[in-house]
């Protein structure tokens, strides 16, 4: 029963926890049937070529069992910010060989900032850079099993994951496929 006059002109695809009523976390969302039919289409769309949608989507996704009236606002926000940046693209430029280009990773955290549970979240960044090159790789955005106990713990606990996860298997490929493309390979083979 939401139309498009319903979707509002929003900056951010997600919406603070703090600014919902107590009542909100407990009342069963209208969407519940429908949420994760919803919510797996956007994380598609997110993990491939939308990395800004990639948090609130997670955070939606972890909470498809126990569907709330917060959810249900925080997904209208959500569906909001797609059908207002629908221009909004992923482009990476790629205009050095690879000689001059290194992969760099990005990494950062939050400290309890999920309200229910006080656990920390995990974001990272890589990218393929050079002096012409900008070219994304990936995003991941990953709430902690467990709660940390100081900024720093959550920042240490980010970058282990960002290196262990995503760094050390982007480098390993880097590093084999890079001779591939610095040398002068015939058309025919290696």
């Not at 949420?35 to 993990?47: E, F, K, S, T």
């Not at 990218?127 to 959550?154: D, I, Q, Y």
Request: net charge neutral.
């Amino acid at each position: 029963g939401v139309t498009n006059d319903t979707l509002m002109v929003v900056s951010t695809p997600g919406v603070e926890d703090h600014s919902f009523n107590p009542d909100n976390w407990t009342e069963l969302g209208k969407l519940a049937p429908i949420a994760a039919r919803v919510i797996m289409n956007i994380l598609y769309a997110a993990r491939m070529f939308r990395f800004d949608l990639v948090h609130s989507v997670n955070s939606l996704a972890r909470d498809v069992t126990r569907w709330c009236r917060a959810c249900d606002k925080k997904l209208h926000r959500l569906i909001s910010y797609i059908h207002n940046t629908k221009h909004f693209v992923l482009e990476g430029a790629v205009g050095d060989n690879l000689d001059n280009c290194a992969i760099l990773l990005f990494t950062d955290a939050d400290f309890a900032g999920n309200l229910r549970d006080s656990k920390s979240t995990t974001g990272l960044f890589l990218a393929m850079v050079g002096p012409n090159t900008f070219h994304p790789l990936g995003a991941v955005s990953k709430t902690r099993s467990a709660v940390s106990h100081s900024s720093t713990e959550a920042e240490v606990i980010a970058l282990d994951h960002a290196i262990r996860v995503e760094g050390l298997p982007a480098m390993s490929f880097w590093e084999a496929v890079k001779p591939l493309f610095s040398r002068n390979v015939s058309p025919g083979g290696f």
